[in-house]
């Protein structure tokens, strides 16, 4: 799950972007967060013809730019990304 600030709000609603907001779910312990597809995958993932984009990139929440690629954070995302579409699937 991606967490979203209150920051994160107030910065959609100053982009004027209010219904990204309301594209939000109950995350982990009391938290929000961007709503998923069945995949897994953020709601936000993809552009036309460009699947691996964010399609909110300008105002994406604050975590996602600091979710360095390659990171071990990242390792870990894509381990267990793999192990829930294992389970899932
Ligand atoms: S970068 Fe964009 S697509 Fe990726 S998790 Fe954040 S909001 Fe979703």
């Known amino acids: 799950m ?3 600030s209150a920051e994160d709000l107030v ?4 982009a004027g972007r209010p219904e990204l907001a309301e594209q939000i779910v ?6 929000e967060a ?5 995949d897994g995958a953020c709601v936000h993932l993809g552009r036309p013809g460009l ?3 964010c399609s909110i990139y300008e105002v994406r929440p604050n975590i996602c ?3 360095e690629r390659g ?9 267990y990304a793999a192990r829930e579409a294992v389970t899932t699937g």
């Open 2 to 4: 991606i967490p979203v």
């Open 11 to 14: 910065r959609f609603r100053r």
């Open 26 to 31: 109950p995350g982990h312990f009391g938290d």
């Open 34 to 38: 961007m709503a998923t597809r069945a």
């Open 51 to 53: 699947p691996h984009h």
């Open 65 to 67: 730019g600091e979710f």
């Open 71 to 79: 990171s071990w954070q990242c390792h870990e995302a894509r381990r």
